[in-house]
């Protein structure tokens, strides 16, 4: 048992599973000897040696082709890709290859593969090292992808995602890498990939998000308690595929939802969870699904970057203008 | 000034067109009449089963087809080369490849014609389906060869590329990674002339496309790639370096795209008939045909019986296409994942109901 | 005045700006003397020589790149993708340079370009030859998203596309390159790239959809009539940015809505515009909003494909659906 | 066996570490005195300048920031060959060049200190911004190329990878683009020994990186990055080939990055002090000055004046960039498009609302 951060928590489980199960190997730009530039493979090169913890060449694609070659021999490759914003290359692998292998070949050959991607803006990094757009991945069939909120959560959805035998994008929240510590007990313990996490039990509104956003959502939660207003907190966790009834449950009971997200707007994953409201929950809906994201426009620079995340403030608003439109 | 590097590019021919041994060296397939024969079978075989499936496209039994009239010599010589346990990671056109590792024709047909189970077909079990993104089966070649090199397993990968793939990033990574990693892998550029409507010249002004290869300093070679013997020898050479450590050979294979791309081309429109009438008198069946003769190990008998042969046996292998039903349409989710998600059950639910 | 499909009016557009403006290039590949593997640049290197119909080595990320070399230098380049199956590998620079290019250097460079693939399935085409994935790109900020669905419609945006000074990305819906001829006047106007149009007008139920699935979604509409359902059909045509106005205002009037595309469905554009009722257009709602989509599966091989597409009938059966649910 | 295709890869130094020339040539510059102290002054400046930026990112002043340290000949004899018309498309770290051209001091550190502004440098409008995705610039160096030869301009683009960037896709395509289309352009490879963490031995196992250059065919040779003299020399007669016609060159430039990968990182982690020790005895600057001074060009009084001057010039520019006001909210809005579409009109509303 070790009170650690979240970065923490995905080196835990990447050596976890590299002690137990011989085909997992890690493989990217700096996880080796370096440890990552996030040090989320900090020391495990050390331990398991540069045969199992790899440094590759500087070649997204390259990366990913191997990765899927590497798990359709039965390894079980766990790649990173080093920003999200460096992850354009691989999409021609994960799209036409990780997500359709076992389906092109009816079973014959599978794709049992992670590649993790720190993404998500807020800590002070140059151009592309804050993007957020899990929701292409999200669209793209075949592919699980999962975004950890939590060091408990980073540890037990690594460890699931790196045992699931079909492929699975795990994009890690850096803004949060290391905001607090948790005791996370290193027994090998997975956590499921297909379903919500209810944050915050409350009775007035259904706060939805996921990765670094669960920030200041709960922060948000917290005031309103104050102010009267109960909001339940669900981080999604899984947002392909998505446990939609977990949500449309708890709008059920509340009647009213705000989707947090730092992404752009625009035919994103906080989209598809208000459309779903919009079909399968519409006469439980006492105020319009509102959205609190990040703008259409591109993640700025450091100098402008707050003003292009979601604030608890304006969660905050957002909650109190459907609280009055629905009261 | 100083020197720091020098590079050269060897052609390799062995069988030239009118059947006759030349080069340096007598490979020892040259002799084996016995194995000799048996790939000269093969290949007929690919090319009565190719002509039969353009027949069955033309007259709507099949989809698009891609030809592989002409490849024959170089695909099968890269198949007899290999060993089973070795991987192939092909493009979409390299039937004589797979035909020597066990792929059956059915499974070529049920694939072009639209169904998803031609690629779970009988060939090793571990190779690659067919790759449409161009170049991308480069990597996962890569990939599978680290596997190898990682699990210590004396294994292979062998890779193919067109002319005009060997522009495309993966392709070029794809060396690369064999040159950092020194992987047990061989790629086969088959340079059949054109990329579609876009001929050889216009990928690239370098003088071969073998010294891509060069670039990760791997050994990099060109053969002609009509002559059998030459692929094979020079494929089996580069797989023996592999397997004993020695790293990734580029070898370029210079044939020739008979045919149009596929049936859903047409070829007039931006080829030289002239052309075409000049890489036929070099394709590479007649020379292998011609070198068994001349060797008294064929004769224009067993010519006859063989392609009577091949016929039935490309029927049989139609009719177990024909005969083949229709997927279930729950087929589109089962195979989606090891276990279904559910907005993917009821999804499929949705499906079942709507077909009944 | 001349009677074309809409790939014939595809090639006249690319040939009215050729002729008209000397910056525009067209390139990819086959598209020279071949005249693209769809026709669609037929004629064209003949007629304006291959220093502006240009066959590039296959090699996309390099056409993409070349294209925003090109496009920053001042020139109007027209790329072409030879199917969206095979644009992964251009990702990398459209959202990472075509889309950001202005925004990062403060107006200094713009990205003037044009990437042309076509889309979608139904013709009986090998694997990835069939796919729908605008959702991508729509999510995409900076870059817009024009689909044409008629021949007139086809050359007045691609005009407007070819003319406009950022960057659009052009999907032309193949399954209808060769539906139906319609007269087109090549007289080199533009049609607005921010506008939906409504083909047909109605009071029970809004119909929304872009691309090839207008075919079906026309003939449920006829259909519907005759039964007493009158339905009005918007067709997005520019997915982003997107004309959210004109359909709130339509489901304003209908208090109904179906959405109909042929991609996927989760976290697609059908949730975007699902979405965006659930909120501004909540009020107006007599029903659940629906999607008619492709499952959540791979596009299978042709002798699937008519099974995952969606039809005429199911369009029908799920407007009749939501009529009985709020009737 | 025919040999089809032979290659070289040729290394060039002609001044030595100790201020020396060598080399079988004078190069013109060699011996232009006045040319050469006036970009010994750059170098010295470029250094001068990324000494300050380090300083400002320690004390909170400054973002993430990438050093020049050790590249300035490299950098600056790129630079100082290039014409203004020409098109340089760099990656993130080449500031001698860029100060050569015209872009400020200040500028740079707008970028690096989050501002979009700094991109809208002063230097040739026409010159690519600072680009993150790596290699990415190659291929759009390209398309500026083409755009040239179409328009039958005499200007040439000049763009820089690093050696870990030499194994990505966009760099090998880019070769193949000027291969194909015979464009006027020069790839420098700026082997400074470290992709972050992986050093170049894992990049590739080739002999040299600029042997990639071979797989299009272009002439590809290296050079010893630390002397100016050889990189001016050698980039100018590439630009002087592409200008008339010639083609694409590749270079490879050996030197080496004496500081961190970025001040985000820490090259004790993974890199010896001997091997960092070692390469300081070669870095470009010292052996300018001591050729200067060997041929009585420069003295230890001019040394002071130009450190004082440049100290001046970099507090100045340090200055220009403290005093930038922040950027307005809206700016996040108004350059994503020529006109601002309608949703992102109710965006910009409710972001300038929120920041009052
Ligand atoms: C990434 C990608 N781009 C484009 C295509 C479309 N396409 C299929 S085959 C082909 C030409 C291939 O030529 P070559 O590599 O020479 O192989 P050949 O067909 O001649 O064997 C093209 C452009 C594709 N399948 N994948
Ligand atoms: C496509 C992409 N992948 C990864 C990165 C992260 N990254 C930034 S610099 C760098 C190493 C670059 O090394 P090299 O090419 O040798 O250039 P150097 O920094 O040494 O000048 C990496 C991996 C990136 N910017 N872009
Ligand atoms: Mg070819
Ligand atoms: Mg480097």
């Known amino acids: 048992m070790s009170n650690i951060t979240l970065v923490e928590a995905v080196s835990l489980a990447l050596a976890y599973e590299l002690k137990h199960d011989n085909d997992v190997v890690v493989l990217g730009e700096d996880v080796g000897i370096n440890g990552g530039v996030f040090r989320a493979t900090s020391g495990l090169a050390q331990e398991f040696g540069t045969d199992r913890v790899i440094d590759t060449p500087l070649a997204e694609a390259m990366i990913a082709g191997m990765t899927v070659g590497l798990a359709a021999q039965g390894m079980k490759p766990v790649a990173e890709a080093q920003f999200m914003g460096f992850i354009y290359p691989m999409i021609e692998h994960i799209v036409c290859h990780a997500a359709r292998m076992r389906n092109r070949t009816r079973g014959r050959i599978t794709c049992p593969l992670v590649i993790r991607a720190p993404f998500g803006g807020g800590i002070h990094a140059p151009e592309l090292h804050s993007e957020s757009v899990e929701a292409i991945f999200a669209h793209i069939p075949g592919i699980r992808v999962v975004i950890p909120s939590s060091p408990s959560r980073a540890y037990g959805l690594l460890l699931a995602a790196i045992r699931n035998p079909d492929p699975v994008l795990f994009l890690e929240p850096k803004r949060i890498y290391r905001l607090h510590k948790e005791e996370v007990i290193d027994d090998g313990e997975e956590l499921p990939l297909d379903m919500c996490f209810e944050l915050r039990e409350g009775t007035d509104v259904t706060l939805v998000t996921w990765g670094s956003m669960i920030k200041e959502t709960l922060e948000a939660a917290d005031k309103l308690e104050k102010k009267g207003v109960s909001a339940e907190v669900i981080d999604v966790a899984t947002i392909s595929p998505i446990d939609m009834d977990t949500i449309l449950e708890s709008v059920e009971k509340t009647g009213r939802c705000v989707i947090i997200q730092e992404a752009a707007k625009h035919c994103s994953v906080s989209s598809e969870i208000s459309a779903t409201l919009a079909d399968r929950g519409l006469y439980s809906l006492l105020a319009p699904v509102k959205r609190v994201t990040g703008y259409d426009t591109i993640m700025p620079l450091f100098k402008l970057e707050k003003k292009y995340m979601p604030t608890t403030q304006r969660i905050i608003d957002t909650v109190n203008e459907i609280m009055e439109l629905s009261s | ?356």
């Open chain 2, 1 to 356: 000034m100083t020197t720091v590097a020098s590079f050269n590019v060897e052609y390799k021919q062995y069988l030239s067109p009118a059947g006759e041994l030349v080069g340096d060296i007598t490979p020892d397939i040259a002799t084996d009449f016995e194995q000799l024969k048996a790939l000269y079978e093969t290949m007929v075989m690919t090319r009565v089963f190719d002509t039969k499936a353009i027949t069955l496209q033309r007259t709507g039994k099949l989809g698009t087809y891609a030809s592989s009239l002409g490849h024959e010599g170089v695909h099968v010589g890269i198949g007899s080369a290999m060993n089973y346990e070795d991987v192939f990671a092909p493009s979409y056109r390299e039937y004589g490849v797979q035909f020597c590792r066990g792929v059956k024709m059915s499974e070529v047909l049920l694939f072009w014609g639209g169904d998803e189970r031609g690629s779970n077909f009988s060939g090793p079990k571990h190779d690659f389906a067919w790759c449409v993104p161009i170049a991308t089966q480069n990597t996962h070649a890569a990939g599978a060869a680290l596997s190898f090199k990682l699990r210590k397993e004396p294994r292979c990968t062998v890779s193919v590329i067109g002319d005009g793939g060997s522009s495309k990033g993966d392709f070029l990574e794809s060396i690369n990674a064999a040159s950092a990693f020194k992987l047990p892998m061989v790629l086969v550029i088959i340079n059949n002339g054109w990329a579609i409507s876009v001929p050889r010249e216009k990928q690239s002004s370098g003088e071969t496309l073998a010294q891509k290869g060069i670039g990760g300093g791997l050994p990099s070679l060109q053969v002609d790639g009509n002559d059998l013997i030459a692929v094979h020898h020079e494929v089996k050479a580069a797989l023996k370096r592999a397997r004993e450590g020695g790293g990734a050979t580029v070898i370029e294979a210079i044939t020739y795209r008979i045919g149009d791309h596929t049936t859903a081309d047409d070829a007039s429109r931006y080829r030289d008939k002239d052309e075409v009438e000049n890489a036929k008198k070099l394709e590479p069946i007649a020379r292998v045909r011609r070198y068994l003769m001349n060797n008294n190990q064929w004769s224009v008998q067993q010519e006859e019986q063989l392609l009577e042969r091949c016929k039935r046996m490309v029927e049989s292998e139609v009719k177990v296409y024909m005969d083949t039903p229709m997927p279930p349409v729950t087929d589109m989710f089962d195979y989606m994942f090891a276990e279904l998600p559910h907005d993917l059950v009821s999804q499929r639910k949705f499906a079942q109901e709507l077909d009944k």
